[in-house]
T-cell receptor, first 111, second 113 residues
């Protein structure tokens, strides 16, 4: 069964303290791994799509990487405005393109 | 605004009442999804439309839930005889192709009292 597990569930950082979020996945034939950011009370906001092992994508202080079993979201020198829940998802089985999400990592960056 | 639009943003209803939510996807997107998200969890897939055809429904979608997408444009999600366990954020997403990114609306927060 397709499954996505994120760790840690919560992460507290000081401003400027770099760290990484982990997303482990089990899926029969990866057709895309997606990272989203979600602010409280709002819908998920798309960040990155990764398709194959070794692929990397960057946006401002965020960098996403992909291996055959997991993905990392690296946050370099975070700022308080990076505080949010970060969600990882993969395509589920079948051809509908439905997403299977992890439970998310809630990041708090203190000034 | 060309993003995914959901209405209402918040809904409080009494147990046993019916509620209906609306989603307007990005105009050129033919694929539309409904998800449900409870506190501290990631979104869970409910149902999928390609144009006007409903092609997949999750086991989470009990017979009290029904979704439509007339003419392949906006979609509605109706919950009949609401229960307290239906309290959640209901999210709509649309995408252009199966492997492209999905864009989400701001969600409808349902509270059943």
């Amino acid at each position: 069964e397709d499954q996505v597990t994120q760790s840690p569930e919560a992460l507290r950082l000081q401003e400027g303290e770099s760290s990484s979020l982990n997303c482990s996945y089990t899926v029969s034939g990866l057709r895309g791994l997606f990272w989203y950011r979600q602010d409280p009370g709002k819908g998920p906001e798309f960040l990155f799509t990764l398709y194959s092992a070794g692929e990397e994508k960057e946006k401002e202080r965020l960098k996403a990487t992909l291996t055959k079993k997991e993905s990392f979201l690296h946050i370099t020198a975070p700022k308080p405005e990076d505080s949010a829940t970060y969600l990882c998802a993969v395509h589920g089985s079948g051809n509908t393109g439905k997403l299977i999400f992890g439970q998310g990592t809630t990041l708090q960056v203190k000034p | 605004d060309t993003g995914v639009s959901q209405d209402p943003r918040h809904k409080i209803t009494k147990r046993g009442q019916n509620v209906t939510f609306r989603c307007d996807p990005i105009s050129e997107h033919n694929r539309l999804y409904w998800y449900r998200q409870t506190l501290g969890q990631g979104p869970e897939f409910l149902t999928y439309f390609q144009n006007e055809a409903q092609l997949e429904k999750s086991r989470l979608l009990s017979d009290r839930f029904s979704a439509e997408r007339p003419k392949g444009s906006f979609s509605t999600l109706e919950i009949q005889r609401t229960e307290q366990g239906d309290s959640a954020m209901y999210l709509c997403a649309s995408r252009l192709g199966a492997n492209t990114e999905a864009f989400f609306g701001q969600g409808t927060r349902l509270t059943v009292v």
